[in-house]
């Protein structure tokens, strides 16, 4: 006999077809291969989701990249100009001070020059005077009488336009 129905092995291997039969006919094969399909294409999809969202950040990333290489850039070029325009300033405030210094000593020589001469004016007529003063005194002591005071009044007015 092929079959002992008093064993219970039989009755183990009964029980497991008829369990496998009765999951056959209630379609547990199919719930279970839908719940796995469902499993792969929520995977397949948080996949998807995750690529999407490293080509996004990706994209972020070189996006922040490029702002930041223009940043600089743009800083730099402030930097630059900011460079250039104090350079320009400073050389400008260098000319400005160069001149007004040279306007002062030309400025300051005018008035050393006009002051020189009139110093020379003053010393010359100061001299002039004086002269006068001692040809008369001495025209006066050498001369007498009403001639010679006329003839030095006259030489004085002569000696006086010729000097001026």
């Known amino acids: 006999m092929l079959f002992d129905f008093a064993d219970p092995v039989f009755w183990v291997m009964i029980a497991f077809i008829a369990f496998i039969g009765l999951l056959i006919y209630k379609g547990v094969p199919g719930m279970i291969g839908k719940a796995l399909d469902a499993r792969a294409d929520a995977i397949r999809n948080e996949l998807d989701e995750a690529r999407r969202l490293r080509d996004e950040a990706q994209s972020l990333l070189a996006d922040y990249q490029r702002k930041s290489r223009e940043a600089e850039d743009e800083a730099r070029a402030i930097l630059d ?10 050389a400008e405030t260098r000319r400005n001070l160069h ?46 009488g009403a001639t010679a005071s006329a003839l030095v009044d006259a030489s004085l007015r002569d000696l006086g336009r010729k000097l001026n």
Request: hydrophobic share 45%; glycine share 0%.
């Open 99 to 144: 001149e007004s210094v040279e306007r002062r000593t030309k400025l300051a020589e005018e008035k050393i020059a006009r002051a020189e001469a009139q110093a020379v004016s003053e010393v010359r007529s100061s001299a002039v005077d004086n002269a006068i003063a001692a040809a008369e005194k001495i025209l006066r002591e050498r001369a007498t």
């Open 81 to 90: 100009q900011a460079k250039r325009e104090s350079e320009a300033l400073a």
